[in-house]
Nanobody, 115 residues
Framework: QVQLVESGGGLVQPGGSLRLSCAASGSASRINTMAWYRQAPGKQRELVAGIIRGGDTNYADSAKGRFTISRDNAKNTVYLQMNSLKPEDTAVYYC?????????WGQGTQVTVSS
């Protein structure tokens, strides 16, 4: 009932920046939490940052001070601004949302940090 589409991934050099976007459709008005997760090859999917509808946020320790999550409820969109990117940030980044007490996931967008 909720569809999530990520965009903004790509190749960036160490120290560079990217902004990821995730647009929700369907029953988007019922979304509570939105978040960004990532999964690197051979590793578990991990939470990067989350934001509830009222605007409260939380971050993984690895993201604090470098990444900023925000959302535009009118556009049903969540963003992840990533600065000072490191090679270890390389992963597939997934958008997450919950609505009607059910989780929804986007297809993922690849972020590669390399010289």
């Amino acid at each position: 009932q909720v569809q999530l589409v990520e965009s903004g991934g790509g190749l960036v050099q160490p120290g560079g920046s990217l902004r990821l976007s995730c647009a929700a459709s369907g029953s988007a008005s019922r979304i509570n939490t939105m978040a960004w997760y990532r999964q690197a090859p051979g590793k578990q999917r991990e939470l990067v940052a989350g934001i509830i509808r009222g605007g409260d946020t939380n971050y993984a320790d690895s993201a604090k001070g470098r990444f900023t999550i925000s959302r535009d409820n009118a556009k049903n969109t969540v963003y992840l601004q990533m600065n000072s990117l490191k090679p270890e940030d390389t992963a597939v980044y997934y958008c997450y949302a919950d609505a009607y007490f059910r989780p929804y996931w986007g297809q993922g967008t690849q972020v590669t940090v390399s010289s």
